[in-house]
């Protein structure tokens, strides 16, 4: 009977030390110029003339503008890095990886570490963003590319990567 117990324990012991998997399910990473940064998916607070929303998120722009993706930090409202993609057309891109071109395709930070930061995608620089899940309900996939500033300083976004659930419409 003791090898029972001692078997019986040494389960125990295993399942207490596995390890969990605290990846949150949705995110949005990437590096700076070598620099990591994580953006959880947060919500922000309402009040009498704004609802509250996500953090992070994606969605057809207002008036068939075209379609976004995008994330910023709470953590300094004033420099909140706010990342944002555009892509043409008003629906979940049909391609898994799109081109950032500057013209059709765009990325942009604004207020990056410190206010009035701004970087633009712009021609000739490109970048680019595949997608591994594109679905209703969730998007996933990398990016990269690189944007600068009207003084022309070129920031380097890479490893960047997301997951994003997207919102249901209500029926």
């Known amino acids: 009977m ?3 117990i001692i078997l019986s324990l040494g389960v125990l012991f295993f399942t207490a030390c596995k390890k969990k998997d605290n990846k949150p399910t949705e995110y949005f990473s990437f590096d700076a110029d070598g620099v990591h940064y994580e953006y959880p998916q947060e919500e922000t607070k309402g009040n009498l003339f704004v609802e509250p929303h996500n953090t992070i998120g994606a969605g057809p722009i207002a008036g068939n503008l075209g379609y976004t993706i995008y994330a910023h930090l709470l953590k300094d409202p004033v420099a ?3 990342f944002r993609f555009i892509f043409a057309g008003n629906n979940i891109p049909i391609q898994d990886t799109i081109i950032l071109d500057g013209n059709i395709n765009t990325a942009s930070i604004m207020n990056f570490n410190t206010q009035d930061n ?3 995608l712009a021609p000739p620089l490109t970048g ?3 997608f591994t899940e594109r679905s209703s309900q969730r998007l996933t996939g990398f990016f990269e590319f690189e944007a600068s500033q009207t003084g022309g300083q070129i920031i380097h976004i890479t490893n960047g990567k997301f997951s994003i659930i997207l919102a249901q419409e209500q029926p």
């Open 118 to 120: 701004n970087y633009e």
């Open 2 to 4: 003791k090898p029972i």
């Open 128 to 130: 680019k963003i595949i």
């Open 80 to 82: 909140n890095g706010a």
